[in-house]
């Protein structure tokens, strides 16, 4: 099992950045695809991109140029950099494993809002 924790949310403007950071426990983070995931009011849980062990990304279509994923595999970290912020971003954001398989951290609230 591997624990998360993630953090760096807040309030931001529209046009706004902000960089999610997520920490891992446990070397099974680092042979693992990961993801960050977003929940908004009303809504169910998204995959909003990916990145597997190696590297290579993948993202949702509304993210695409925006967001960028990176991980840093022997910090045991995982980063969501969020440029051009839209309301429509306004979300709480989690990290896992892609597909998700370990228990949910406690995610970092993103308000997109003037």
């Known amino acids: 099992q591997v624990q998360l924790v993630e953090s760096g949310g807040g309030l931001v403007q529209p046009g706004g950045s902000l960089r999610l950071s997520c920490a891992a426990s446990?070397?099974?983070?680092?042979?693992?695809?990961m993801g960050w995931y977003r929940q908004a009011p009303g809504k169910e849980r998204e995959l909003v991109g990916s990145?597997?062990?190696?590297?290579?990304?993948t993202y949702e279509d509304s993210v695409k140029g925006r967001f960028t994923i990176s991980r840093d595999n022997a910090k045991l970290t995982m980063i969501l950099q969020m440029n051009s912020l839209e309301p429509e971003d306004t979300a709480v954001y989690y990290c896992?494993?892609?597909?998700?398989?370990?228990?949910w951290g406690q995610g970092t609230q993103v308000t997109v809002s003037s």
């Open positions: 896992n494993s892609a597909p998700a398989r370990w228990s």
């Open positions: 446990g070397r099974f983070f680092m042979f693992s695809a």
């Open positions: 990145i597997t062990s190696g590297g290579s990304t």
